[in-house]
């Protein structure tokens, strides 16, 4: 099962982009500066409109300055569009969000189907009519706040859940190391990786996170047996220590290599969200981290990845490119100061016959290149 539409219009670099038919994991391949980031942005940046109202999310994200796409101009430069259409629980969901005037006082129109039944329908600048129940009429809500999704009405609706539950994973390996306070909030890692210690310590209560993660973290980094976390006894910090064979004692975060800290990260929010519905970001995974690991990071995403919970990465390496699918890979480029996407499958390349790598880097897919 796929997502079968997936359009943005007018965030940063991201002018017009639509995927269709889009795998649950996905890989977003291109040249820094490219747009790769944006269109992640993009993305998260729906979720907080959904979950928030479209002021907050524009605050959240640096203002208006911030987000807008420059290459538009007068009214196409203060709107902002995104449209999603897929599968969940057996129910198909078409979702079409717009946003007006996003340098001043932000105005939404919005309507849903779900299984071709209109759930939401709030055209420009017109009132707001939405079904709040399963066998309940069309209600009318004409003071509804403007700046306000319908959805947040809807919030039993998996769509709702899914929409809300979109994280970017930017990991800081440096910063992971660190011990968590007492304080530390430990229902989800954060976006840099910072709170793992606490993460893991809340989630090694459960058996299966915490053999999957070690069957895991021992395929992508040989010769490590095992990790748990301790809680400090002077301060209450939590910390992460390992053992590797041939070694005696525990060695704490501080000792590892930075790699096999990403690695530990990227195990966390994956494993730790895969049983959600939402989409999971994740920026360079393949920093710091073997060759021949990659391959194994790889199998763990696409193992993990599903319409429910789609897993979709941003790279530059040929490394993870090589482990690829033809159906996982886009292409990312820029062109006039537009984010253009390609999906691989369109050059018609046999991977049977030479590697996605090869032929990313002897532009065979006519764009997209890591430079």
């Known amino acids: 099962m796929k997502i079968h539409k997936l359009h943005i219009k007018g965030f940063k670099s991201v002018a017009d982009l639509t995927l269709e038919n889009v795998s649950p994991f996905l890989v977003l391949a291109g040249a820094n500066g490219s ?57 198909v969901y078409d979702y079409h969000l717009t946003l007006r005037t996003l340098d001043a006082a932000p105005q939404i129109d919005e309507t849903l189907r779900v299984n071709g039944q209109k759930i939401i329908n709030r055209p420009a600048n017109g009132e707001l009519h939405v079904r709040l129940g399963s066998a309940s009429a069309i209600q009318v809500l004409p003071d509804y706040p403007k700046d306000m999704t319908a959805l947040m009405l809807l919030g039993s609706l998996p769509l709702y859940e899914f929409l809300t539950n979109i994280k970017v994973f930017r990991i800081d390996p440096l910063a992971a190391k660190e011990p968590s306070r007492a304080t530390t909030d430990a229902s989800e890692l954060d976006e840099y990786g910072r709170n793992v210690a606490s993460v893991l310590s809340r989630l090694e209560a459960e058996p299966e996170f915490r053999e999957q993660v070690q069957e895991w973290l021992e395929l992508i980094v040989p010769g490590m047996e095992s990790i748990s976390t301790e809680t400090q006894r002077l301060d209450s910090s939590t910390v992460i220590t390992f053992k590797e064979a041939g070694t005696k004692t525990r060695f704490p975060a501080k000792l590892v290599s930075d ?58 390496s040929e490394s993870i490119v090589r482990q690829l699918n033809t159906a996982e890979l886009y292409l990312v480029s820029k062109v006039d100061g537009k984010t253009k996407v390609s999906p691989a499958e369109l050059a018609g390349v046999d991977k049977t016959q030479i590697p996605l790598d090869t032929a990313w880097l002897a532009n065979l897919f006519d764009g997209g290149l890591p430079w």
């Open 259 to 316: 790699g096999t800290l990403y690695v530990l990260c990227m195990l966390t929010a994956v494993l730790s969200r895969a049983e959600r519905r939402g989409i999971t970001l994740i920026e360079e995974p393949e920093r710091g981290i073997h060759p021949k690991a990659i391959g194994e990071l790889v199998q763990l995403m696409r193992e993990n990845a599903s319409a429910e919970h789609p897993i979709f990465l941003t790279t530059h």
């Open 35 to 91: 747009g790769k980031s944006n269109i992640t942005d993009a993305l998260a940046f729906l979720g907080d409109v959904v979950k928030q109202g479209a002021t907050q999310a524009r605050t959240r994200f640096g203002g208006f300055a911030q987000i807008h796409c420059f290459k538009y101009r007068k009214e196409q430069r203060t709107t902002m569009q995104f449209a999603l259409a897929l599968e969940l629980d057996g129910a």
